[in-house]
């Protein structure tokens, strides 16, 4: 199967400074990776889409954010000090540091890529779609926050319901962070099936996602947020899998699958806890293709987290091929630890699926 992937070298641009954990070098790393062990035509095509206009992003920010954002990012590429408060429409983590790349364009570049990625799956190009540099999943209609300006995780899904009709759809969020914005906009939309794997929020940015947190009104049941216990490795994830994600995914029978997450759940992540190897990225890629059999193989997968330069184009390329059905041979960087030990955090991730179980119950015949 040949997947699409969309890629150009402006993503590159979404730097937001030398110091800054988000850096645009993880696209390069990541092309070099895809090139080195996939062959172009075959495994996969590369396919470019145009910037997202205000008309775009009006589907999932305000009008004030837009500009605000556009113009403060915009001055701060060209060395210049933005207009106004940046405090008021983001977190501190978005402060560009030194000269920043053209972070706003690439921001919509990565939007644009996302609703390419809706045309290429519905329209049959493709079906399955990987838009590098997607999953700004902590951006809300009128703040960003976690390094992320405007979400293409929602605008993805709004753009399907809003343009192609659809009434079923799954967002996989495999992120070490909670998906805080994706949540916000689909918590009580019955349409939208959101599903969050992620580090304890008790232990890690932004502290939102625990088991209880379930959707609001005619959306109840329909956001299911898993805590993953800090060390959780590869046995603890497939067996969230098993026992949750699989089941629930049957049950709704999503009409696509959108998966946003990139390598920082692996064990030498520099921002987080978890404890997974990169064959549990390949795992989680093999899973998302086996869950697509109900939904014609329609996925796009949105992929841009991580922050061990090291790992993260290894990760992410055992997510593509694990979609694509491509085997890889993964080699893990040094390490002082046997990744093939038995996962000590079982027992922590069992008691996680029961309290999510107990959680969801009454939404979900599976779960009861």
């Not at 113009?71 to 060395?79: D, P, V």
């Not at 696509?256 to 921002?271: A, E, M, T, Y």
């Not at 593509?320 to 922590?348: F, M, P, Q, S």
Request: charged share 25%; hydrophobic share 35%.
């Amino acid at each position: 199967m040949t997947l699409g992937i969309l890629y150009r070298e402006d993503l590159k641009e979404y730097d937001f400074g030398q110091g800054h954990p988000f850096r645009g070098d993880r696209f390069d790393a990541f092309y070099h990776a895809l090139r080195s062990n996939l062959t172009q035509g075959i495994d996969y095509r590369i396919v470019k889409s145009d910037l997202a206009t205000d008309d775009d992003l009006f589907l999932i920010c305000n009008r004030e954010y837009i500009n605000f954002t556009r113009e403060f990012y915009r001055a701060a590429s060209r060395g210049l000090t933005g207009p106004g408060d940046l405090y008021r429409f983001h977190s501190a983590d978005n402060t560009p540091l030194g000269k920043p790349g053209k972070i706003e364009e690439a921001a919509r570049f990565i939007v644009g890529q996302a609703k390419e990625a809706c045309r290429l799956v519905q329209e049959g190009f493709f079906q399955k779609v990987i838009s590098v540099g997607g999953g700004l999943h902590h951006a809300r209609r009128s703040r960003g926050e976690g390094f992320c300006l405007y979400n293409d995780v929602a605008y993805c899904a709004l753009h399907l319901i809003k343009k192609y009709g659809m009434e079923r759809v799954l967002i996989l969020d495999t992120d070490a962070h909670a998906g805080n914005g994706t949540c916000e906009y689909f918590y009580d939309d019955p349409r939208v099936l959101f599903i969050d794997l992620h580090q304890d929020p008790l232990t890690i940015y932004p502290g939102t996602g625990f088991a209880g947190e379930v959707g609001r009104g005619e959306g109840k049941g329909f956001t299911i947020n898993v805590p993953m216990p800090v060390g959780a490795g590869y046995e603890s994830f497939q067996m969230v899998f098993d026992t949750i994600v699989e089941p629930v995914t049957m049950e709704f029978k999503p009409q696509i699958i959108i998966r946003n997450g990139g390598s920082d759940p692996h064990f030498k992540d520099g921002l987080t806890s978890l404890g997974l190897p990169l064959e549990g990225f390949f795992m989680i890629g093999q899973k998302v293709r086996q869950m697509a059999e109900v939904c014609d193989d329609k996925v796009i997968d949105l992929v841009c987290s991580g922050y061990n330069k090291d790992v993260l184009p290894h990760a992410w390329l055992a997510i593509a091929g694990g979609l694509a059905g491509i085997k890889l041979n993964l080699k893990e960087v040094e390490t002082d630890c046997d990744i093939h030990a038995e996962d000590v955090y079982l027992t922590k991730t069992k008691e996680v699926i029961e309290d999510v179980k107990a959680n969801h119950r009454d939404y979900w015949s599976c779960l009861g």
